[in-house]
Nanobody, 124 residues
Framework: QVQLVESGGGLVQAGGSLRLSCAAS????????MGWFRQAPGKEREFVAV????????YYADYVKGRFTISRDNAKNMVYLQMDSLKPEDTAVYYC?????????????????WGPGTQVTVSS
């Protein structure tokens, strides 16, 4: 079993920055893929970014590309999401997720474990 816990959310003005952290505990897989998703009120959960645990390859949604950076610390079982140039439309609950199968993509259903989420609010 894998447990994921996000932290680092909060209230920030437009143009500001936040750094989200995701702590993974329990059994972590060498081929695990870690992703960040978000869900705004009344909207479906959507893909933000993904990182392959060992290869350090990263992929981003177009709407965050150039502003957000996903990274990881394998020794600490941590994944981070650095968010810069935040916009009000980035307001959402942000979730960390893990895919055991090595799936790399945007499909929410392909991720096996999820954290409880952390709220990010960007004021205009």
């Amino acid at each position: 079993q894998v447990q994921l816990v996000e932290s680092g959310g909060g209230l920030v003005q437009a143009g500001g920055s936040l750094r989200l952290s995701c702590a993974a505990s329990g059994r972590t897989f060498s081929s695990a893929v870690m992703g960040w998703f978000r869900q705004a009120p009344g909207k479906e959960r959507e893909f933000v970014a993904v990182i392959i645990w060992r290869a350090s390859k990263t992929y981003y949604a177009d709407y965050v590309k150039g502003r957000f950076t996903i990274s990881r610390d394998n020794a600490k079982n941590m994944v981070y999401l650095q968010m810069d140039s935040l916009k009000p439309e980035d307001t959402a609950v942000y979730y960390c997720a893990q895919s055991r199968s090595g799936y790399v993509g945007t499909n929410v259903a392909q991720y096996d474990y999820w954290g409880p989420g952390t709220q990010v609010t960007v004021s205009s």
